[in-house]
């Protein structure tokens, strides 16, 4: 499962990981929810380049736009052979910017809010994401994505058995390419694997509201720095 993540680096960092021609300028986001618009990197015919799209996939097909709420994940088992995934799966795939996500856990009876995240500030995480075109027949169109889980590593494991598919600067061009139509050949980038240089800390409860969203909802609660999970 990831349902909420955020991205608070620098542009510059996320041009350079992405290698992108130009990136949009917008505000720092530390809440990043569903229903929400996201940034993700797709490949056009003639460059990488920034697009906005809603998080939670429509398939082109659906009858209704709220199946989306529905979608927010897909699971790298199935997504090749799923009706509402395959086609992006095989045409669509897309490189989502993060700086961590958020994931919850059962502590002492109550839900706790945990970031994962990478030990240096302004590394850039790429989630694997799939992106679908959407038009209603009021001729609304709605460009949507959905965000690649696989089974947790070891890092994520005791706080949630799923974790997004973080793709690593090597594979971005694979991953991306939409020539690239067969998803065997892509199936590897998908496979669960341990990622070094990341941890994961329990964080403000703040997060649990998606009003909130300010830098103080990464930060590592006091008391914990030397009881924090790493990889």
Not at 98 to 112: I, L, M, P, S, V
Not at 181 to 203: C, E, F, H, K, N
Request: with cysteine; aromatic share 8%.
């Amino acid at each position: 499962m990831c349902g909420r993540f955020a991205l608070g680096i620098p542009r510059k960092r996320l041009q350079e990981r992405f290698e992108l021609a130009e990136v949009p300028q917008a505000p720092a986001r530390y809440n990043i929810a569903p229903g929400q618009l996201v940034e993700a990197v797709v490949q056009t015919p003639e460059r990488r380049e920034m697009r906005l799209l809603k998080w939670g996939l429509i398939p082109s097909w659906a009858k209704d736009k709220s199946i989306g709420y529905k979608m927010i994940n897909a699971r790298a088992e199935t997504v090749a052979e799923k009706p509402s995934f395959k086609t992006a799966m095989r045409r669509r795939r897309c490189l989502i910017p993060a700086q961590g996500f958020y994931e919850w856990h059962d502590e002492n009876g109550h839900r706790q809010p945990w970031f994962i995240t990478s030990r240096n500030p302004e590394d850039v995480l790429a989630l694997a994401g799939i992106w679908e075109h959407y038009e209603s027949q009021e001729g609304e169109i709605i460009e949507s994505v959905a965000i690649i889980t696989c089974q947790a590593n070891e890092l994520v494991s005791p706080l949630h058995d799923r974790m997004p598919v973080i793709v690593v600067p090597k594979d971005d061009a694979r991953w991306l390419d939409p020539k690239q139509s067969d998803p065997a050949q892509v199936a590897d980038i998908l496979t669960s694997r341990p990622w070094p240089g990341m941890l994961a800390y329990r964080v403000s409860t703040r997060v649990n509201s998606p009003k909130n969203d300010d830098s103080g909802l990464i930060e590592m609660m006091s008391g914990q720095q030397d009881d924090v999970p790493e990889n």
